[in-house]
């Protein structure tokens, strides 16, 4: 995917502020900084200027600000930070949790989305949350994934929305079926709509969004050896292999079930575009194992484009300058690349 080098004209991406403690600032502000080697593509911030200028000063970088509104972001990108001010001013303290915070971390996401809405920005690249802190603020959702599904129904009532996960790598792109919810209840929740119904979502954002024009997909067992013909449970017999059977009769180029202990060397990933997986650290785990740093979580099935890094707030990074960009930067580029696919 040729996306070393990108232009800075045209629509920006926006930026979400995230967990103020965590490295969001600093990924932020090491990106601007090193925008011009690394060739990014204009974007601005939507958070507190005093935050992101106490975090630059500890991090010893040259950051100049400017405070503007999302349409003069780009005019503005080449030699300044353009940051949205969304939210009151907050005090920098790097690794330390601030309950106080979550209302302009929750904003700011709104706020991002709402500029996709009305056109100002071409996609939202969202920095890590602390969704801990946010629930002892009363966010109601499992997690990003689930939100930005949720503002999606609110902006664009009437559009299917089925927000879908997918990390994406040089080497590797993997969905979790099922996501944020606890292992034991993944067998009870899995069933053959949901993993139809993703496969689906999945298969059309690749050819539509990704270029594929008859994505690959390989659906992994839930259990061990796919079940071993039932001798080690039902649901891949039960669940998953009539789905399979329902998506080639769509036409979709689907396969499974694998077992998963095998689907992610080397030659094995030739054989598929994209593994689908029944549950979050089935496939998350070989997805971050292969390409930590340059892979990118990119939610499908939303009629916005929105992208992330795919680690966490690193509270011990945060303030350091030990924080690796590459994920972030990544995340940047993949959302400008999706709304200009003559790019990818």
């Known amino acids: 995917m040729p996306l070393s080098k990108m232009r800075s004209s045209g629509k920006p991406v926006a930026i979400t502020l995230g967990e103020p403690a965590g490295i969001g600032p600093d990924l932020t ?6 925008r011009k080697k690394l060739g990014l593509p204009a974007f601005y911030v939507r958070g507190d200027v005093e935050l992101l200028s106490q975090r630059a000063e500890k991090l010893e970088l040259p950051v100049h600000f400017e405070s503007c509104s999302p349409d003069q972001a780009s005019d503005r990108f080449s030699h300044a930070l353009p940051v949205v001010q969304t939210g009151p001013s907050l005090t920098d303290m790097p690794g330390e949790e601030d309950p106080a915070a979550a209302a302009s971390v929750i904003n700011s996401i709104e706020a991002c989305v709402q500029d996709v809405f009305d056109g100002v920005a071409i996609g939202v690249v969202t ?3 602390n969704k801990a802190a946010l629930y002892k603020a009363g966010f109601k959702h499992p997690g990003h994934t689930e939100f930005l599904g949720a503002l999606a129904e609110e902006f664009w009532p009437g559009q ?12 590797l792109m993997v969905v979790p079926v099922t996501i944020h919810i606890p292992l034991s209840d993944v067998p009870q929740r899995l069933t053959e709509d949901l993993i139809v119904e993703t496969a689906e979502i999945v298969s059309n954002d690749m050819t539509s969004r990704f270029g594929f024009k008859n ?12 079940g071993e013909n039932g001798a080690l449970g039902t649901e891949d017999q039960n669940v998953i292999v009539p789905a399979v059977e329902r998506l080639k009769a769509m036409g979709i180029a689907a396969s499974g079930p694998h077992p998963a202990d095998t689907m992610f060397h080397p030659e094995a990933r030739l054989k598929y575009d994209c593994a689908l997986g029944m549950y979050h650290d089935q496939v998350l785990v070989p997805a971050k194992t292969i390409g930590f740093d340059d892979s990118v979580n ?9 992208t992330s890094p795919d680690h966490g707030t690193a509270y011990t990074l945060a303030g350091t300058g030990m924080a690796r960009i590459e994920s972030f930067c990544a995340a940047i580029r993949m959302a400008h690349a999706l709304a200009h696919p003559e790019t990818l």
């Open 127 to 129: 920095n890590p949350i």
């Open 215 to 226: 994505p690959r997909l390989a659906l992994c067992g839930l259990n061990p050896h796919a």
């Open 298 to 306: 990119v939610t499908l099935g939303l009629p916005f484009i929105r």
């Open 29 to 34: 502000l090491q990106a601007w900084f090193n």
């Open 160 to 171: 299917p929305t089925k927000p879908v996960m997918m990390i994406a790598g040089p080497d």
